[in-house]
């Protein structure tokens, strides 16, 4: 093996090495793709609880500034949002499904066939890419609470920036609204555990990272921590005394400290990017309050010295839709045209951990695939 | 630079009347790695497991991990759960060559899992746990993965949220060929592996493979035509062990000398779809993975 070089190596065998002589080259890993799917159905905030001493009802829309989420309806599971959002990505993709070297789900819920059924295995991601046809890719499940589509974009930015692969998809599909439909039988006011629970909302997303080859655009910044002292603020898990799953929240506790750890993790994803906060066009964070989002622009503001133009706001439309709602608001943008080539994203994460996460991404062409463009 | 493991410790398994707690075992395992160095260099903490304590949903189970072994906030630390123990290793590697952390902990565990009416065994409670951190002679040096999704119907679980009296419970189902197409396929993506790499044969070769489903490490031997001691494997109780399983193999083959012999380890998991995810592993032979690797690998944690 000494006498070889790396592209020897790599060129006698379809192996991923970890350890090959010779240094190769860092390579950049560009977002290629993006992908969606919501459920059709509509599902406006109401007003529940005000029962007893958890702070009278709760007004969603008012507390969150949430209008309306998206919610599966049968025949709709964590599976048929994963595998529609991963198709929807395909379509828009130059990577052909058998191209794809690796296949990460990184969602919460993992629903398959109702949602009182919790997949163990195979992994949703083996499920996934079955489906879609990724027969050489590499399928692993990730998981990172809300920060779960982030972290596995972290994880596969890597991969390919070693050179071990040229492409992957990371896709999820959540499907959490039962758990907020739930929790309305509960709930009793504002302060209560599963008050949070009332914003969830569905959704699918899918990314296909490649590597740049000599492209500009791509991921030029990232950090992630884990304020592990806090992993309690946040937990579900099935219900014991009922059918379905439990989400208990210190809303309060968990969005104090996740924003008030977020500017320093910026920094140091921007600072590896090489960049300014006010060098960013766009700031896409994780989606669960219009409340949470203002303060932490205000935040972000006060320590980094300066605003960013634009904080990206979906969560009144979609609700929380957890690990998916970066990805989800990215598409929408891209969509509508509000971001553009060229531009500078930083991607936050804020999760159940707690787990703080920033990407600095710029945006490159996407959509040079089958289907046309974004 | 090389990723070695410097660090080996496996507990259990337990058997589900034995109400041991898989996350309490998976942070003794991983503070049986860390000792005596104590090493506080660990930045990078990733739980590879599929049944998890109370069947937590959120947030991951590594955070925890964490909490308890890293303590203290601003650790810079980061945390995250990946289902499955090598591609928990080929990620962890793979970030600690690019410099997020120095050392790691990849920490296997499962909790107690009943069959349920599928007729499974079910899974026993275990946890192991790896440390590993930055090698010169010896260290990780491939994988090689396939997906078998021809046999996808072989192995099936989920969790029932409207169980009997409302209790969630699994139900594990399993093909009566499902163990036979895991050791093929293995077999398979073990001869691409060794083929690969262009220098070993299997002779010089120690094989630990996943202990799930059950006789999976004696089938293989055969498949592989290798003697059976060219296989790591535990032995067989109630219940399989899952996740941990390769982790306590490998502890096992390390206490009887088989690992300091072999100049190459060859680790092979199996997990549902089927995926078989292998890796190559070398190593000089007379050194047992590391001049501080230890390992247990007994239920009350004794060397």
Redesign the interface.
């Known amino acids: 093996?000494a006498d070889e070089s790396a592209n020897d190596v790599e060129a006698?065998?379809?192996?991923?090495?970890?350890?090959?002589p010779g240094d190769r080259a860092q390579q950049q890993a560009r977002i290629e793709s993006v992908g969606v799917c919501v459920p059709v159905r509509r599902t406006r905030s109401r007003t529940v609880g005000g029962a007893d001493g958890c702070g009278g009802p709760v007004d969603v829309e008012q507390l969150s500034g949430i209008g309306e989420r998206r919610e599966c309806v049968d025949g709709e599971d964590s599976r048929s949002l994963a595998i529609a959002a991963a198709t929807d990505c395909l379509e828009q993709s130059a990577v052909a499904a058998e191209d794809l070297e690796v296949l990460m789900f990184c969602g919460?819920?993992k629903t398959?066939g109702s949602?009182?059924?919790?997949?163990?295995?195979?992994?949703l991601?083996?499920?996934v890419?079955?489906e879609i046809g990724a027969?050489?890719?590499?399928?692993?499940?990730?998981?990172?609470?809300c920060?779960g589509m982030l972290?596995g974009i972290y994880?596969l930015d890597?991969?390919i920036?070693?050179g071990?692969v040229r492409s992957g998809m990371v896709v999820s599909g959540e499907h959490i609204s039962p758990l907020a439909r739930e929790a309305a039988a509960h709930v009793t006011g504002p302060t209560h555990p599963e008050a949070a629970t009332l914003t969830l909302g569905d959704a699918g997303a899918a990314v296909i990272l490649q590597r740049a080859d000599g492209q500009r655009d791509g991921i030029v910044g990232r950090r992630?921590?884990?304020?592990?002292?806090h992993?309690?603020l946040?937990?579900?898990?099935?219900?014991?005394?009922?059918?379905?799953?439990r989400?208990l929240t210190q809303a309060r506790s968990i969005h104090y400290h996740a924003i008030r750890a977020t500017p320093f993790i910026v920094r140091s994803a921007l600072c590896e990017a090489g960049i300014a906060f006010e060098d960013i066009d766009h700031v896409v964070m994780h989606q669960t309050a219009q409340i949470a989002i203002k303060r932490c622009a205000s935040w972000c503001a006060e320590v980094l010295g300066s605003d960013a133009p634009s904080w990206v706001v979906n969560v009144d439309r979609f609700g929380n839709t957890a690990s998916t709602a970066q990805i989800l608001a990215l598409h929408g943008c891209l969509r509508e045209g509000s971001i553009r080539p060229g531009q500078r994203v930083l991607l936050i994460a804020q999760?159940?951990?707690?787990?703080v996460g920033a990407l600095v991404v710029i945006i490159g062409e996407l959509g040079a695939g089958r289907a046309g463009a974004h | 630079m090389p990723v070695r493991i410097e660090a080996v410790c496996g507990l259990g398994p337990f058997a589900a009347r034995e109400h041991v707690c898989s996350r309490d075992l998976a942070v003794g395992a991983a503070r049986r790695s860390l000792e005596p160095d104590n090493h506080d260099d660990v930045r990078l903490i990733v739980y590879a497991g599929t049944y998890r304590e109370e069947d937590l949903l959120e947030p991951a189970v590594a955070p925890f991990i964490q909490r308890e072994l890293v303590g203290g906030p601003d650790t810079g630390a980061f945390a995250f759960d990946v289902d499955g123990l090598l591609a928990g290793c080929e990620l962890t590697a793979g970030l600690l060559q690019s410099g997020h952390s120095r050392r790691a902990l990849i920490v296997a565990a499962d909790r107690a899992v009943a069959g349920g009416d599928g007729g499974h065994p079910g899974y026993a409670t275990s946890a192991a746990a790896l440390l590993l951190g930055p090698g010169t002679n010896e260290g990780f040096v491939a994988f090689n993965s396939r997906h078998f999704p021809e046999h996808r119907a072989g192995l099936h679980s989920l969790l029932r949220l409207t169980g009997p009296g409302c209790q969630p419970g699994w139900t594990i189902t399993q093909s009566s060929d499902y163990a036979s197409a895991c050791a093929t396929s293995a077999a398979d993506v073990i001869h691409e592996l060794i083929d690969g790499l262009r220098g070993p044969t299997l002779c010089d070769v120690l094989i630990v493979p996943s202990q799930s489903p059950s006789g999976l490490p004696q089938t293989l031997a055969e498949r592989l035509r290798v003697p059976a001691d060219c296989v790591a494997r535990i032995e067989e109780g109630d219940g399989e062990v899952y996740t941990a399983g390769p982790l306590l193999a490998l502890a096992r083959a390390m206490a009887d000398g088989r690992v300091t012999a072999a100049d190459w380890v060859v680790f092979v998991t199996v997990s549902p779809g089927v995926v078989v995810h292998a890796c190559a592993y070398r190593k000089p032979a007379g050194v047992v993975l590391g001049s501080k690797c230890r390992s247990s690998f007994s239920k009350n944690g004794e060397e």
């Open positions: 093996m006698r065998s379809m192996l991923r090495w970890v350890w090959s919460i819920s398959d949602c009182r059924l919790y997949r163990g295995a195979p992994t991601a083996a499920i890419a079955a027969r050489a890719a590499l399928p692993i499940d990730v998981g990172n609470a920060a972290t994880v890597d991969l920036r070693r071990v992630f921590v884990t304020l592990a002292e992993a309690g946040c937990t579900a898990r099935p219900r014991v005394d009922a059918p379905g799953v989400m999760a159940s951990g707690i787990v």
